[in-house]
């Protein structure tokens, strides 16, 4: 399956931004779904996973209360809603894909998109 991320962009401490991942060459209905952030000299960390269904997801500690990710299957995509963001959550963003339900682990997951930026400005 081929990821493409996309509406990132720059926003305001406190202010809320969605991205979307879309799938092509496979459903998207057939794997779990995680995000992935990666900060300038930081390795990159799990950020929120849901599983094929959407009725079970996995959240950072750090994002927990302010991002939640969703998907539609009908429309081959998953987002990630982010509200109340912060300058830590500076970071470029990946989505993947699994197929083990909404792991956290990175290792587990097979298929990556290229990266939209978020910067939020303090």
């Known amino acids: 399956v081929q990821l493409q991320a996309s509406g990132g962009g720059l926003v305001q401490a406190g202010g809320s931004l969605r991205i979307s991942c879309a799938g092509s060459?496979?459903?998207?209905?057939?794997?779990?779904m995680g995000w992935f952030r990666q900060a300038p000299g930081k390795e990159r960390e799990f950020v929120a996973a849901?599983?094929?269904?959407?009725?079970?997801?996995n959240y950072a500690d750090s994002v927990k209360g302010r991002f939640t990710a969703s998907r539609d299957n009908a429309k081959n995509t998953v987002s990630l809603q982010m509200n109340s963001l912060k300058p830590e959550d500076t970071a470029v963003y990946y989505c993947a894909a699994t197929d083990f339900g909404a792991t956290m682990e990175s290792r587990l997951f097979h298929s990556w998109g290229q990266g939209t930026q978020v910067t939020v400005s303090s």
């Open positions: 060459g496979r459903t998207l209905s057939s794997y779990g």
């Open positions: 849901i599983a094929r269904s959407g009725r079970s997801t």
